[in-house]
């Protein structure tokens, strides 16, 4: 029996290291259980982000370059009529000359007024195309300020921070996602 107490005594012993060390291995265990579920995560979050940023840039510089170019837009006006030819004008008699002239004055009158209508429509035209244009470029900051809120400058105008662009398409970290 004594050569049986030293064998119990070391089963007892292996048995009691054994179930210390098993909530360890489990903690450890569940830690990396827990880093793969985030790894995993992140992962899944970086897809999001590649699928659905893209067409929010697309759109957010569709709508400044809309906007810049309804900005820039600037009137042309229709020729006027050729002024009188001075040369031609002497040579006519001094009646042929004032006719001409009348008749140069009216047709520069009639451009004057078909211009000052064009202008009317075109001014209307354009207020309303830039109205189209800066509600739709707000709309395409506000989506991306709403899914990516670090993506933009916080300016009135606001523009794209590049780099943050790129570590978001990167997926140098984890994106904020919309929900």
Known sequence: ???????????LLVTLLAGCRGPDDRAIQQK???????????????????RMLPPLLEGFSRSRDR??????????????????????????????????QEQYDQAQAAWQER????????????A??????????AASVA???R??????TASDSPRLIAAERERLLACGGVAETPS
């Open 1 to 11: 029996m004594t050569a049986r107490r030293p064998l119990a005594f070391l089963l």
């Open 32 to 50: 990396r259980a827990a880093a793969e579920q985030q790894r995993r995560q992140a992962q899944q979050a970086c897809l999001q982000t590649r």
């Open 67 to 100: 906007l810049a170019s309804v900005e820039a837009d600037a009137y042309v006006p229709s020729p006027a009529p050729p002024p009188l030819d001075p040369e031609e004008q002497r040579r006519l008699a001094f009646y042929d000359q004032e006719i001409e």
């Open 115 to 126: 211009e000052s209508q064009r202008r009317a429509v075109w001014r209307r035209d354009r």
């Open 128 to 137: 309303a195309r830039l109205d189209v244009a800066r509600r739709q470029h």
């Open 143 to 145: 989506a991306l300020r």
């Open 147 to 152: 899914a990516y809120p670090s993506l933009l």
